[in-house]
């Protein structure tokens, strides 16, 4: 029992060593004092909760096995112990580049089809992971080891009272930190100041008392956050009982009257101030010829979230519903009654989340790119080839360009902006050094991409089809080249990782500006309406028509989660407030000033202040579909 315990404490300040790495990544500044002091404690018990899990798996192991299998149980808790010094090896370099934890989130993306060639990570990647498994499995070993010959020692009597009275006192402080954590967390703590957030395991332990309890009980009253009720029984029903459509979508006939073509291309990680000469010359000129998006949000910072909401015009919050029901967006019957021939094609696996099952089907795409090496330019020959079709009908096309996803696929010897990464590791702790040629080789595949549209609009107007064809340009989500402290994309819900650009070319229609805030979930009713598809976008969507909107809507944006979506940006000019939703429990925790590009205390004040009513009116509005819920279909103004 003695070595058991040795073994735990000795494991905690392992833990411990790590852990305190983290500390840089708070951001206390603005955080009142007890609630900064409890974030810098907060390492302590997570180190504390990772030995103590430890000495009471090895404990049960003993009284299941008995004190003859001392030696199994110490093996048991050596593998447990190397467990948890890999996840927190891991999670150290993760969460320094993207400011992700290593958790479900990241393994159900490590577990989708061919994920390692979508995410883009090197196969270099899978040794490094072994190595420090190994590493991790070493450490543990020979700390179980110091622990046994500890115990047989000529000190055992003295280390045993010691090991006791030391788990007594890490216990004593466990329970106080948490109970401090418990109280000023409702309505002290930020994103950047809560451990839950920024410290791996951390989470497990966030154990919060009602806002309402700490104001009462210890007349502590948030600064920060603001606690609302919502109606959270939406989340415990069945997906059949989602209401998608409306009955009037269902009941509507198309008119016999001609229809323009529709073609959409969505790039991969497309910034919104990637549209410009030198990068995207293409994009660029059809943008003054377009009309053009200049406050435009993807509804996520992921790429299957994002692709929903564009295909679908729905909120992310019934991505899960609707992948579970596999039910494909109801655009696509509009489309097939008014008479359209539809494609819809990724170059990247559509398997991705379940995008197969709903709004990538096999049965829609041109082909099959997975294992190729420029999966865009092959996508891009079949979509040409179907543009040159003879048919007797309009046509939609949707064709989702992959390239531009990390490490941003340039071919050999294309490379236009110099000096560029030819290659780089994501592993790298001083990745953010080379920011520059990052976003050179970023510009480079982008530019690549560019070429790709380039043959799409020369194909549309060889064929003649220029006025026929109205045409939109976006991306999936955007990208952060650390502008909000993170690389890449999913782990923030920024302006960096939600902007987008949204270039429409509607024939016969001038260049215009549109510069209130628009979403992904307008692109669908704006495209169908300019079709001439006379349904009111209420009854299928929960956009709207931007050929007819006068002030745009504040707009719903959700954080990928492995499981329900708890995390989710509101954007209503000029915040981007951050929140959590618990059932039901709405707390902010994070918010933007727009205009100013950065965030703080005066942009959290001014959201609790402001925001609120525009929030819970959107979470109602995405609640819709469901029976019940105030503001259905009787609510639209049909």
């Known amino acids: 029992m003695t070595a058991l315990l040795l073994a735990g404490l000795l494991h905690s300040v392992v833990c ?11 951001d206390l500044s603005d955080a009142p004092p007890i609630a900064a002091a409890e974030a810098r404690v907060a390492p302590v018990s997570v180190a504390i909760f990772l030995g103590f899990i430890s000495v009471v798996l090895g404990t049960a192991a003993l009284k299941i096995g008995g004190a003859r299998r001392w030696k199994a149980a110490l093996a048991l808790v050596s593998l447990l112990n ?7 090896s891991v999670d150290r370099q993760l969460y320094l580049v993207t400011r992700m934890h290593f958790d479900w989130r990241i393994l159900s ?95 497990w332990l966030a154990v919060e008392l009602p806002e309402d309890t700490v104001a009462a009980v210890f007349g502590l009253k948030g600064l920060f956050s603001r606690h609302e009720k ?47 000469p030198a990068t995207m010359p293409n994009l660029y000129a059809l943008e003054q010829k377009s009309w053009s998006a200049r406050a435009h949000f993807s509804a996520s910072n992921s790429t299957h979230l994002g692709l929903f909401s564009l295909i679908y015009g729905l909120s992310p919050t019934l991505w899960a519903s609707i992948t579970e029901l596999s039910r494909p967006p109801f655009v696509y019957e509009l489309l097939r009654r008014s008479g359209f021939e539809l494609s819809v094609t990724s170059s990247s696996s559509p398997r991705w989340f379940g995008l197969d099952r709903q709004a990538m089907r096999r049965d829609l795409s041109l082909g099959k790119y997975d294992g190729l090496a420029d999966p865009d330019e092959k996508a891009t020959e079949d979509l040409v080839r179907f543009i040159r079709r003879k048919r007797n009908g309009p046509f939609f096309a949707l064709l989702f360009f992959n390239g531009s996803h990390f490490p941003y696929y340039v071919p050999p010897g294309e490379d236009v902006f110099t000096p560029a990464a030819s290659r780089f590791d994501f592993t790298d702790p001083k ?34 089809l220029g006025e026929e064809t109205i045409i939109a340009v ?59 598809i006379d349904l009111n976008p209420a009854t299928y969507s929960d956009g709207q028509s931007l050929l007819r909107a006068t002030a745009g809507r504040s707009v719903l944006a959700a954080q990928f989660s492995a499981d329900d979506l708890k995390d989710f940006a509101l954007v209503d000019w000029p915040l981007l407030v951050r929140f959590r939703n618990r059932a039901g429990r709405i707390s902010l925790s994070g918010a933007e000033n727009l205009l100013a590009g950065q ?11 402001e925001k609120w009513p525009a929030l819970l009116g959107a979470l ?17 103004n049909e």
């Open 16 to 26: 411990l060593i790590l852990l305190l790495g983290y500390l840089r990544f708070f």
């Open 82 to 88: 190397a467990l948890e010094l890999w996840i927190l």
């Open 109 to 203: 993306v490590l577990s989708q089809p061919d994920a390692l060639e979508v995410i883009g990570l090197p196969r270099s990647s899978v040794t490094q992971a072994v190595a420090l498994a190994v590493g991790s499995l070493s450490c543990s070993v020979g700390l179980c080891w110091l622990a046994v010959r500890l115990g047989r020692s000529s000190l055992q009597q003295r280390l045993r009272h010691l090991s006791a009275r030391l788990g007594i006192a890490a216990l004593a402080l466990f329970v106080c930190d948490r109970s401090v954590y418990a109280v000023v967390a409702p309505g002290m703590m930020t994103e950047r100041s809560d451990p839950s957030v920024v410290l791996p395991f951390a989470d």
């Open 230 to 276: 919502f109606d959270h029984q939406v989340k415990l029903r069945h997906p059949s009982h989602l209401q998608y459509p409306f009955p009037k979508a269902l009941a509507w006939r198309a008119p016999a009257h001609q229809h323009p073509n529709i073609l959409v291309l969505a790039l991969e990680s497309l910034r919104a101030d990637a549209v410009e």
């Open 431 to 464: 990745l953010r050094e080379h920011r520059d040629e990052i976003i050179n080789r970023y510009r480079n595949a982008l530019h690549c991409e560019d070429a790709l549209l380039g043959q799409i609009l020369e194909a549309i107007d060889r064929q003649g």
């Open 474 to 532: 976006t991306g999936d989500h955007g990208e952060s080249f650390w502008d909000d402290g993170r690389f890449a994309h999913t782990s923030l819900l920024s302006q960096a990782q939600l902007q987008v650009p949204l270039i429409i070319r509607l024939p016969g229609k001038a260049p215009r500006r549109i510069e209130f805030v628009t979403s992904h979930m307008d692109v669908m009713p704006t495209l169908l309406d300019a079709a001439g």
């Open 599 to 609: 965030e703080g205390a005066d942009a959290f004040l001014l959201a609790q202040k």
């Open 620 to 636: 109602h509005r995405t609640a819709r579909w469901w029976p019940g819920v105030e503001q259905g279909e009787h609510a639209l």
